[in-house]
Structure formats: structure tokens, C-alpha cells
């Protein structure tokens, strides 16, 4: 195994991106420690996170039931999108899409749109996974 120093590439999550993403090392903690690392992508410099955070939030108050964000993923897809009686949007790149709004992708089918990330990203909320596209362009 090669020795972690400053200038090697690592995978670390990107808070900015919100995806798994190749980084630079900026600082190590120690010899084995990496402290600060630079998104290849976004050039954003941030603690080293080795993993994505999961999705989870506050214990729900009343009567012990879990609370939406604690489903996994498929779980919560299958909530959300039974609820829903209106047509799938075709997703495309170039639309624009609100939050709620439920969107047909060609590859991952049938999604939720969860948040805006910034103006041209949104967190879509598909069976298997949560998935960040572009959008607004």
C-alpha cells in the first residue's frame, strides 16, 4: 500500500458536491491521519470524510414511528411516490425542476426531486438510491 502523504489522490466526500469524489490531500493530521483534502471537482478545501453521511434525523416524537428521513431509500420512494396521482416529468438537463416534482430519467426511472443543491443541481430521490443531476442549464 502506498504511503499517504500531501499531493496524493484519495476518495473523500464532497460536501459541496454531495457525491463521492476523487480529492487532492492538502494536510495529514499525522502520518497516517488525512486531515484536510481539495474536491478535484468543485476545488473546495474540507475535512477529510471517507464516507457519505447517512440518512437520518431527529426520532420522530409521537409513538415511536420512524421518521421519513430514517426509511431507506427504497422505503422511502415507495411512501412518497404512492402518494402521487399526477404524470411524471421527462427529465431532460435543460428543464427546470421544483421540489416535489417527480421526474422520469432514462436511466433510473422514476424519481422525487428531494432539494434544490444550487441553481443548475437538484437531490432526486429514486427506488434504489439518491441520486444529484443537473438541471437548468
Known amino acids: 500500500m502506498a504511503k499517504l502523504t500531501a ?8 460536501t459541496q458536491c454531495k457525491l463521492k469524489l476523487a480529492h487532492v490531500i492538502m494536510a495529514m493530521r499525522d502520518s497516517v491521519t488525512i ?11 474540507q475535512a477529510y470524510k471517507p464516507k457519505a453521511p447517512t440518512l437520518r434525523a431527529k426520532a420522530s416524537a409521537s ?6 428521513s430514517e426509511l431507506s431509500p427504497t422505503l422511502l420512494w415507495e411512501k412518497q411516490v404512492a402518494k402521487r396521482s399526477d404524470p411524471a416529468k421527462e427529465y431532460s438537463t435543460v428543464k427546470n425542476f421544483s421540489v416535489g416534482d417527480l ?3 432514462g436511466v433510473f426511472g422514476l424519481g422525487l426531486v428531494q432539494k434544490h443543491v444550487t441553481n443548475e443541481k437538484i ?4 427506488k434504489s438510491e439518491v441520486k444529484t443531476l443537473v438541471h437548468n442549464k
Do not use: M, N, P, W
Not at 499531493?7 to 464532497?14: N, R
Not at 437531490?123 to 429514486?126: G, R
Open 35 to 45: 486531515g484536510k483534502v481539495q474536491c478535484k471537482t468543485c476545488k473546495t478545501t
Open 63 to 68: 409513538r415511536g414511528r420512524r421518521a421519513d
Open 7 to 14: 499531493g496524493k489522490e484519495v476518495l473523500s466526500y464532497c
Open 103 to 105: 421526474i422520469q430519467h
Open 123 to 126: 437531490e432526486v430521490l429514486f
